[in-house]
């Protein structure tokens, strides 16, 4: 079973940026395929970006594309979403989400593409 903790949220303004981390304890993230969803009020869970085990490989919502960055920390086995350029419609509960994959370039999009979830963590994003 993975734990995984998201945090970092918090209120920003518009034009602000805030990091996202994701981390868990006792699994090496790097056998792991991870990606960040969010999911506004009254809304479903949306994709927003998502990296390879071995790092090689991202991929990005067209929302968070330019403007959002995913990396991995290998020493702190930490998966982070870099959030800049911030807007209202960024206002969302974020979740991390990590799936055991043996390719080390895939990277996925789909919410079952997923088996491991964070309790998430909320950004808002005030005009």
């Known amino acids: 079973q993975v734990q995984l903790v998201e945090s970092g949220g918090g209120l920003m303004q518009a034009g602000g940026s805030l990091r996202l981390s994701c981390s868990t304890s006792?699994?090496?993230?790097?056998?792991?395929?991870m990606a960040w969803f969010r999911q506004a009020p009254g809304k479903e869970r949306d994709f927003v970006a998502a990296?390879?085990?071995?790092?090689?490989?991202?991929d990005y919502s067209d929302s968070a594309k330019d403007r959002f960055t995913i990396s991995r920390d290998t020493a702190t086995n930490t998966v982070i979403l870099q959030m800049n350029s911030l807007k209202p419609e960024d206002t969302a509960d974020y979740y991390c989400?990590?799936?055991?994959?043996?390719?080390?370039?895939?990277?996925?999009?789909?919410?079952?593409?997923?088996?491991?979830w964070g309790q998430g963590t909320r950004v808002t994003v005030s005009s």
């Open positions: 989400a990590a799936d055991y994959e043996g390719r080390e370039w895939y990277v996925g999009r789909r919410i079952t593409d997923y088996g491991y």
């Open positions: 006792g699994r090496n993230l790097n056998y792991y395929a």
């Open positions: 990296i390879s085990r071995n790092g090689g490989t991202t």
